[in-house]
């Protein structure tokens, strides 16, 4: 069965300090990961895809596949990275259906 | 460009009365169309899924259902809504990953 899971339901850091938010995934074949964002007031958003390998506003997510983990990191944080933020799987490949984890909410302090 | 159009943005109904939230897709044919909710602390739940006109695959057991009479036209319904109904729905569509979502339906079942 495909399973995310993202432990902490709430995440508090200082201006300037690194972030980073855990995500783990249960999945028997090779998964797609990705992270999504939902900054207040907007719709959900996809923010990065493992696949891509890209940096996006400072984030970066590896994906380890032998801790089948997948958390998204920042160096330094920035007041507008608060956010809800939730980690998603797609497993079966012909319906592209995401699996999501249930969201860590970040506030980042001044 | 694609957009994805969802309404009502709000919506308080009482319970035993039927339900309506309609979703449509712009710019693109033949999209694979989805109903996720998002009820707190319990993060995005896939409820319903559709890769075609007609075509619907449910991934829980509940009081909803979904149709999709036209391509780019994706309904949820309910014929009395329960009080466990609450909660916030999002409309998505794909043709490949990633998932691009609609801005949402806020239900209060009272």
């Known amino acids: 069965a495909q399973r995310v899971t993202q432990p902490e339901k709430l995440l508090s850091v200082f201006k300037g300090a690194p972030v980073e938010l855990k995500c783990n995934y249960s999945y028997s074949g090779s998964p797609e990961l990705f992270w999504y964002v939902q900054y207040s007031r907007q719709r959900l958003q996809l923010l990065l895809r493992?696949?891509s390998r890209e940096s996006i506003k400072g984030f970066t997510a590896d994906l380890n596949k032998g801790e089948t983990s997948f958390h998204l990191k920042k160096p330094f944080a920035q007041e507008e990275d608060s956010a809800m933020y939730y980690c998603?799987?797609?497993?079966?490949?012909?319906?592209?259906?995401?699996?999501f984890g249930q969201g860590t909410r970040l506030t980042i302090n001044p | 460009s694609q957009t994805i159009h969802q309404w009502p943005a709000t919506l308080v109904q009482p319970v035993g009365s039927p339900l309506s939230l309609e979703c449509t897709v712009e710019?693109?044919?033949?999209?694979?169309l989805y109903w996720y909710r998002q009820a707190a602390g319990r993060g995005l739940q896939l409820l319903f899924y559709?890769?075609?006109?007609?075509?619907i695959s449910s991934e829980v057991p509940q009081n909803l259902s979904a149709s999709r009479p036209q391509d780019r036209q994706f309904i949820l319904s309910s014929k009395k809504l329960l009080l466990s109904d609450s909660g916030f729905y999002l409309c998505?569509?794909?043709?490949?990953?990633?998932?691009?979502f609609g801005n949402g339906t806020r239900l209060t079942v009272t």
């Open positions: 710019g693109t044919s033949n999209p694979n």
């Open positions: 998505a569509w794909s043709r490949n990953s990633p998932l691009h």
């Open positions: 559709s890769v075609g006109i007609g075509q």
């Open positions: 493992h696949i």
């Open positions: 998603a799987l797609v497993g079966a490949q012909g319906a592209q259906k995401l699996v």
